[in-house]
């Protein structure tokens, strides 16, 4: 059996997300670990992945905006990962600035660029306008996800070369629906039926999943546009 040696190995929280990455990337230069959006399972994941000689650790996906200034669709890159137990994680420097080289900056509309900034790493859901308003405020962070802490630990472990690539899904003034907390499977497929079968025991929840799902499609869009050229400039830096 052949085994992939020189490789960019991505994490990603969802099976959808891992799409994204697969049709925008040469993937025969990367191997692809889905998480089902859980830190410890992330962290395994590029652990392997480090083992099994890794060039570097990507963690790619969408979060919920913790900045108010940002809309769904806009991208982060991270440059500083604060998880929910305190460690900080940064980027490799020399990652950020191949990806920084020439970027037109992040436009309002989404189109085109992205935002270098902190992203917080959390083990739990962050449901509620709330809860966001109060890690943008301790912490400065502009997005949130649940797998990238993961992912950064493993690497800083390994002395492997890490950085996150994230799209805001749910923006930072908007709750996250009760029937949407457990959509997410551990095999990072979503629980369609279950989710639908809450929402119908509560149907004013009807409209704000519809607004999850278009947020979280402009998200998927974004990745899909921007990873292929940000991959590229990664490749180059790493001889794939």
């Not at 993937?27 to 392997?48: F, K, L, T, Y």
């Not at 790493?121 to 949130?144: C, M, Q, Y």
């Amino acid at each position: 059996m052949n085994v992939q040696k020189n490789f960019i190995g991505v994490i990603c929280g969802l099976k959808s997300e891992a799409e994204a990455v697969s049709v925008s990337v040469d993937v025969s230069r990367i191997r692809i670990g889905v998480s089902g959006a859980n830190a410890a399972r992330a962290e395994e994941i590029a652990r392997q992945f480090c083992n099994d000689g890794a060039s570097a650790i990507i963690s790619v996906g969408v979060s919920g905006g913790l900045d108010p200034a940002l809309k769904p669709g806009d991208l982060i890159i991270g440059e500083t990962i604060i998880a929910d137990d305190g460690s900080v994680y940064g980027a490799d420097t020399y990652l950020l600035s191949v990806i920084n080289s020439d970027h037109p900056g992040l436009r309002r509309d989404g189109r085109s660029g992205y935002l270098v900034a902190k992203l917080f790493g959390a083990d739990e859901i962050i449901d509620s306008a709330a809860k966001k308003a109060a890690l943008f405020h301790n912490h400065g962070a502009a997005a949130v996800d649940m797998e990238s802490h993961g992912a950064a630990r493993a690497a800083a472990h390994a002395g492997a070369p890490f950085i996150a690539i994230r799209a805001i899904a749910d923006p930072a003034d908007r709750a996250l629906p009760k029937a949407a907390l457990s959509a997410v499977a551990p095999d990072g497929s979503t629980r369609v039926w279950s989710t639908l079968g809450a929402a119908m025991r509560d149907p004013k929840q009807f409209p704000e999943l519809m607004k999850l799902g278009q947020d979280s499609a402009a998200a998927t869009k974004s990745l899909r546009r921007s990873l292929g050229p940000l991959f590229a400039r990664l490749f180059l830096c790493f001889d794939l």
